[in-house]
C-alpha cells in the first residue's frame, strides 16, 4: 500500500526523461543530433495525443450542433497573411551573443546586462525584430513570386472561407467552425521539451455571432466551458488559471481575452487563448481580397460581418500538461514488505494512451499465455489494451509509468473458475472478476 508523503512537483527532467524512456516523445531526427524545436510522438504519446485531440473534437464539434468541421491548407495565398498582419507586425525581439554566438528572446531574458549561457557583461547586440514564419516557395522557380509560408496558425484558413462553409453547412450565425491541425513557428530560442516548439498543432474554434448584444455572452459560455472541459479530465485546478487580459494587455481591436496558463515545472505558461476578436479578422481579408465575406440577416433584413468569439487551444502544450499534472512519485511497500518507490502517471481513463493491460502469470504456461491473449482481444474492440508478460511485479511498475489505470492478470484459478485479478492503477486495489463481466466492470469505470 501507498504511503503519505508531501507533495512533490516533477522536475522537467524527469518528464524528459520518462517521455523518451516509455516512448511517449523523441528528438525528431535524433540519430543525426536533432533539430531544435522539433519533437517525434513515440507509440505511446501518439496515442495520448490523438486522444487528447479526439476529447477536445467531441465536446466542442460532435456534442453541438451549432459547431461545424473544417480543415484548411497548411499553405495558403502569400496575400493571407498580408491581410491578417503576420507580413508586418508577426515578429519577436532576439538579441545576439557577441562572445559565445548563442541567440535569444529580448523578452525572454532577466538579465538583459549579462549572457546567460557564457556570463560575459554587456555582450549582447542591438535588439531586433525577427519574423516568426517559415518561409517555403511554390512552383519550379524559386523567385519572389513563388514565396509562401508554413501557415503560423490555423484561423485564418477559416477566416477566408467563412462564406463558403455557411452556404455549404447551411449555417447563420450565431454558429462556429472548428479545426485541429499543423502550425509553424520559426521560435528564436524553442524550449521546454513541446511547450515552446517550431512544428506544432492547434484546435481551434471561431465562433461567429451577429451583431445583436450576445456577444459576450458567447465569450463568456466558451470560458466556462474550457473550464468544464479540463476538469473533466482531472487537470488540476490548483495548477490552472483563466488570467483576465487587461485593456494594456490585449490587441486595440479585442474587447476581452482570457489565457488559459498552467503551472509547469519553470513556471506558467499559456496553453490557451479565448478572445473576443470583434469583426477585425473579417474586415481585413474583405479589404485586402475586395470579396464580401458578410452574411444576410433575415431578422434585420441586413448584411453583417459577424463578431468573432475565438478558443485557441495548442494540442502539444495540453499533451505536456496531462503528462505533467498526471505525473506521482510515491512510496510503497512491496510483497516483501519493504519500502519502495513508485512513478505514477494518473491519466483520466479516457485520455490513457492504454487502458487495460492483460498479463499472463507465467509465460512458460502455453494455457495461460493462450488464455490471456484471448482474453486481451476480446477486450480490444472496446477498449486501447496491451498483453505483456513477465514478472508480475515489473509488469505492474511498467503500466504505472505508463498511465494504464487497470491490469488484469490470469492466473492458474483462471483455468478453473474463469475469473482474473483485475489491479487498479491508483488505489493498488486488486479485485477477482469473472471473465463474463470483465468489459462491464472496465466499462463503469473508465
Known amino acids: 500500500m501507498a504511503t503519505t508523503s508531501p507533495e512533490r512537483r516533477v522536475t522537467l ?10 516512448g511517449f516523445v523523441f528528438q525528431s531526427s535524433e540519430i543525426y543530433g536533432g533539430l531544435a524545436g522539433f519533437w517525434d510522438f513515440g507509440p505511446l504519446g501518439a496515442v495520448l495525443k490523438r486522444n487528447i485531440k479526439n476529447a477536445w473534437w467531441h465536446d466542442t ?13 497548411i499553405v495558403m495565398h502569400p496575400s493571407t497573411w498580408e491581410a491578417s498582419g503576420h507580413v508586418a507586425a508577426f515578429h519577436d525581439v532576439m538579441v545576439d551573443c557577441r562572445v559565445c554566438k548563442h541567440r535569444f528572446r529580448y523578452d525572454h531574458l532577466k538579465d538583459t546586462s549579462r549572457c546567460p549561457d557564457c556570463g560575459s557583461k554587456n555582450s549582447f547586440t542591438e535588439p531586433r525584430n525577427f519574423n516568426l514564419m517559415l518561409k517555403t516557395s511554390v512552383g519550379p522557380m524559386e523567385d519572389t513570386s513563388a514565396l509562401a509560408y508554413l501557415r503560423p496558425e490555423t484561423a485564418q484558413g477559416i477566416f477566408v472561407n ?8 447551411r449555417k447563420r450565425p450565431p454558429f462556429g467552425i472548428a479545426q485541429i491541425g499543423k502550425a509553424f513557428r520559426n521560435e528564436i530560442t524553442p524550449g521546454n521539451l513541446i511547450f515552446r516548439v517550431r512544428e506544432f498543432e492547434q484546435a481551434e474554434l471561431e465562433y461567429f455571432v451577429p451583431e445583436d448584444g450576445k456577444d459576450m455572452e458567447a465569450f463568456h459560455e466558451w470560458v466556462e466551458r474550457r473550464k468544464t472541459w479540463y476538469a473533466s479530465y482531472g487537470i488540476s485546478s490548483e495548477r490552472l ?9 490585449r490587441p486595440h481591436y479585442a474587447k476581452a481575452g482570457i489565457d488559459v496558463e498552467y503551472e509547469f515545472p519553470w513556471g506558467w505558461g499559456e496553453l490557451e487563448s479565448i478572445a473576443h476578436r470583434g469583426t477585425y479578422d473579417l474586415d481585413a481579408h474583405m479589404r485586402i481580397s475586395g470579396k464580401d465575406l458578410r452574411f444576410f440577416d433575415e431578422e434585420t433584413k441586413t448584411h453583417q460581418t459577424p463578431l468573432l468569439i475565438e478558443s ?3 494540442m502539444d502544450r495540453t499533451m505536456l500538461t496531462v503528462l505533467v499534472d498526471a505525473y506521482d512519485r510515491e512510496q510503497v511497500v512491496d510483497q516483501n514488505g519493504k519500502p519502495a518507490d513508485r ?3 494518473r491519466f483520466h481513463p479516457k485520455l490513457s494512451p492504454v487502458q487495460a493491460a492483460v498479463f499472463s502469470l507465467a509465460r512458460n504456461k502455453p494455457d495461460l499465455v493462450e488464455r490471456a491473449r484471448n482474453i486481451e482481444r476480446a477486450l480490444r474492440p472496446h477498449f486501447r489494451t496491451q498483453y505483456d508478460e513477465g514478472n508480475i511485479g515489473a509488469l ?14 490470469v492466473d492458474y484459478e483462471t483455468l478453473d473458475d474463469a475469473s482474473v485479478t483485475v489491479r487498479d492503477r491508483d488505489s493498488m486495489r486488486q479485485d477477482r472478476i469473472g471473465e463474463a463481466h470483465l468489459r462491464n466492470y472496465l466499462e463503469e469505470r473508465t
Do not use: H, W
Request: glycine share 4%; proline share 3%; hydrophobic share 35%.
Open 13 to 22: 527532467e524527469e518528464i524528459t526523461a520518462l517521455a523518451k524512456r516509455r
Open 61 to 73: 464539434v460532435e456534442l453541438r450542433d451549432d459547431v461545424v468541421a473544417f480543415d484548411s491548407s
Open 343 to 345: 512513478t505514477v502517471l
Open 241 to 249: 488559471r483563466f488570467y483576465e487580459l487587461k485593456p494594456e494587455e
Open 162 to 169: 467563412f462564406k463558403n462553409v455557411y452556404q455549404a453547412a
Open 396 to 409: 505492474y511498475r511498467r503500466q504505472d509509468e505508463i498511465g494504464t489505470p487497470f491490469c488484469i492478470t
Open 312 to 314: 485557441s487551444a495548442g
